[in-house]
């Protein structure tokens, strides 16, 4: 049983995604009361995109096992991708509840909040995901986003910082520095932050504008 189930994330890793799905049909119906072999099966739909079908078997592990923690981390993504963002957050906290205690659970409960405009709820679960994981490239980004649509605007320069460290070629973190760089007066490192965010991407037209605006008060 175990066997199959490893046999089948090893397959999706592969991208060998019909023989995953023959490992996972194989392991239901040598143990179909096993909430493990649904739950795989469910990930391997979601990463198909078949969203609906994903859930159905997300929704059967939790009916076999209500400790199920992935299994509402599963169905907590669908609902995301379906832009469904008030049922993604009651699932996110049901792993949570559950005992799941990840990085990636953490920044997509972040990510249902934020989408949900509770800024201040995104924001804390943003931090607790880079705390987790420090080399997060995304969770570092939207908490310092979040940061500064809060307008913490010198606590989210770090982590736009620590965004671009981590990807050199982050437009929309150097977008951003910029925009805290300016409001706080510091034209000179607005001007480096908009002018590496078009090295990075040419067209990125809110980063020409205010590299104009900056240009402008400079001179």
Do not use: W
Not at 56 to 77: K, M, N, S, W
Not at 168 to 193: R, T
């Amino acid at each position: 049983m175990k066997n199959l189930n490893e046999k089948g994330i090893q397959h999706m890793k592969d991208q060998q995604y019909e023989e995953a799905g023959k490992a996972f049909t194989e392991a239901i119906e040598l143990e179909p009361k096993d909430p493990a072999a649904y739950i795989n099966f469910g990930n391997l739909l979601s990463l198909l995109d078949e969203n609906d079908r994903a859930l159905v078997f997300f929704d059967r592990a939790i009916g076999l096992d209500e400790e199920a923690a992935t299994a509402y981390y599963g169905a907590g993504t669908i609902y995301y991708k379906q832009d469904q963002f008030e049922e993604a957050v009651k699932m996110f906290k049901q792993a949570l509840i559950k005992k799941l205690d990840e990085a990636d659970l953490y920044f997509m409960l972040g990510m249902s909040y934020y989408q949900l405009g509770s800024l201040p709820h995104a924001c804390a679960n943003f931090q607790r995901a880079v705390e987790l994981n420090e080399a997060d490239v995304d969770a570092n980004f939207q908490l310092g986003l979040t940061l500064a649509q809060l307008e913490q605007l010198e606590d989210a320069i770090p982590y736009l910082l620590k965004t671009v460290e981590l990807q050199p070629m982050h437009s929309d973190a150097y977008y951003n520095l910029g925009v805290a760089y300016a409001s706080q007066e510091q034209a000179e490192k607005a001007l480096e932050a908009f002018e590496k965010a078009l090295e990075a991407q040419p067209d990125h037209l809110l980063a020409g504008n205010g590299k104009k605006i900056i240009e402008q008060a400079l001179k």
